[in-house]
């Protein structure tokens, strides 16, 4: 993300002024620092746009990755339609406030973090200001991923437990917390840890090399620095049809585990969970389930949360510039 992107960056080289004076060090402390935040508020952005897009699919596709008998015998569009019948239209949206207490975050770090990592690849491999290689660019990716997921880890189960239960259950975020520390323990938000890391680094990789890879490509091709948004989305939007085929599995066990508590199983590792859903629902039925709804809800999210990041940070980066130049 971001390779390319240049357009609020001033020339400082061709200015009359003294090289390497001892007055430069803040300034280029303070481009840094501005780098950084544009990162986390570019990043913020795009998960918040994102995943309220995607709200409702992303909702239903947890509760059909459940285990509830009648969600067996439903197509995804019918689970859309029965949830708006019984509980009403802004229920589709039901979680999306712990959606947002987690991806605002998560989203942030990770793109953050994705170019903090690509600059240090770069310098470790020689390719400072210029285009990854394959394999540091699928690097960065997951080591991003990785990151974001290792911090807001519990947001995340608590937004999975808000998507199942009624809402009678738990009332608020906080309320979440607070009835699985008491009464399943503190480790509890923790359940699905492993699978969570496990899936986000082909996740995270695979989304991210793409994305740069069509980029790059686009750039090679056409001579153009920069793609156009609906160009943008397109290669967002394969970024995570890929991403999430490949990890999807994972996300499965993951799920599984997070809302064992109110499903009346119990899950104590990666490997068994997967036996037992294989043996009750067999391979493609159960560690695919939901995959086709995923196939629409991904690349919609993946492309406009890439798209929102990239066309966020060259708008605020442009406004650096005029404010620069006004001084």
Not at 65 to 73: A, I, R
Not at 109 to 134: D, M, N, R, V, W
Not at 219 to 232: C, F, I, M, N, T
Request: with cysteine; hydrophobic share 40%; proline share 5%.
């Amino acid at each position: 993300m971001g390779n390319g992107v240049r357009e609020g960056q001033v020339d400082f080289k061709r200015q009359d002024v003294e090289p390497a004076t001892a007055t430069h060090l803040p300034s280029e402390g303070n481009q840094e620092k501005k780098k950084v935040l544009n990162s986390l508020m570019s990043g913020a952005l795009a998960g918040a746009v994102a995943k309220t897009a995607v709200a409702p699919l992303d909702r239903t596709k947890i509760m059909f990755q459940g285990e509830s008998p009648w969600l067996l015998q439903n197509f995804p569009y019918r689970l859309i339609y029965r949830t708006y019948l019984n509980e009403g239209f802004w229920s589709l949206w039901r979680g999306n406030s712990a959606t947002m207490v987690r991806v605002i975050p998560y989203a942030a770090i990770q793109f953050c973090a994705h170019e903090e990592y690509k600059q240090l690849l770069g310098s470790y491999y020689g390719f400072q200001g210029k285009a990854l290689t394959p394999f540091p660019r699928f690097i960065a990716g997951s080591l991003a991923g990785t990151t974001a997921a290792m911090l807001t880890y519990p947001l995340d189960m608590v937004r999975a437990r808000m998507a199942v239960t009624p809402k009678e259950m738990y009332s608020n975020i906080v309320h979440v917390f607070i009835r699985i520390s008491r009464e399943e323990g503190l480790k509890t938000l923790y359940r699905g840890f492993t699978p969570t890391i496990l899936g986000v680094i082909p996740y995270a990789g695979l989304s991210f090399f793409t994305y740069e890879t069509f980029k790059k490509l686009h750039a090679d091709h056409s001579g153009k620095l920069q793609p156009s948004p609906p160009e943008r989305l397109l290669f967002g939007a394969c970024a995570g049809l890929i991403g999430q085929s490949a990890s999807y599995p994972l996300d499965v066990v993951r799920r599984r585990m997070q809302t064992a508590g109110v499903m009346g199983h119990t899950y104590s590792s990666i490997l068994l969970t997967m036996q037992e859903i294989i043996r009750e629902e067999g391979l493609i039925r159960g560690l695919y389930k939901g995959l086709s709804m995923n196939w629409v809800k991904g690349p919609i999210a993946v492309g406009i949360s890439f798209t929102t990041f990239d066309l966020t940070q060259i708008l605020l980066r442009k406004l650096q510039h005029s404010t620069n130049v006004e001084r």
